[in-house]
């Protein structure tokens, strides 16, 4: 069973008028791609409301650094009051959108640690003293 210690959340920016969320998805996915990321979408939900959309999308991003641990990022895009516009002959959104990250250490992935409660402790007590 892997361990997940996360070590900042909720880091986020937001933004109020015309972008591309396709493009914003894209350039995400290719950004981790080129850096050695896997990508895992989570959730990838745009619901019509009235006369807007809201949308909600969640990526993992993962890297192995080890053969004990993983980095990684959640992005989750949020987006609010989303109406479809057409901006030079492309669609595009205009509304509210907030992003925001997550980012965290996967460690003992392949569950080689843990499967005696000794040997966890000894590679907890490795990474917490004699690994600094």
């Known amino acids: 069973m892997s361990y997940i210690d996360f070590l900042e959340r909720g880091i986020s920016t937001s933004y109020h008028g015309t972008f591309l969320l ?7 996915t290719k950004w981790a791609k080129k850096g050695g990321y896997k990508v895992k979408e989570i959730t990838y939900n745009i619901k019509q409301q009235d006369s807007h959309k809201k949308g909600n999308i969640v990526l993992e991003l993962k890297k192995k650094v080890s ?12 987006c609010s009051n989303m109406k479809d516009i057409k901006v030079k002959n492309k669609k595009a959104q ?10 965290f250490i996967e460690k003992d992935y392949e569950d080689t640690w843990s499967k005696r409660a000794t040997m966890r402790f000894m590679r907890e007590f490795y990474d917490k003293f004699l690994a600094r």
């Open 22 to 28: 396709d493009k914003l998805y894209k350039d995400i």
């Open 67 to 78: 053969e004990y641990a993983k980095i990684g990022l959640y992005v989750t895009i949020e």
């Open 94 to 103: 205009e509304g509210k959108a907030t992003a925001s990250l997550s980012s």
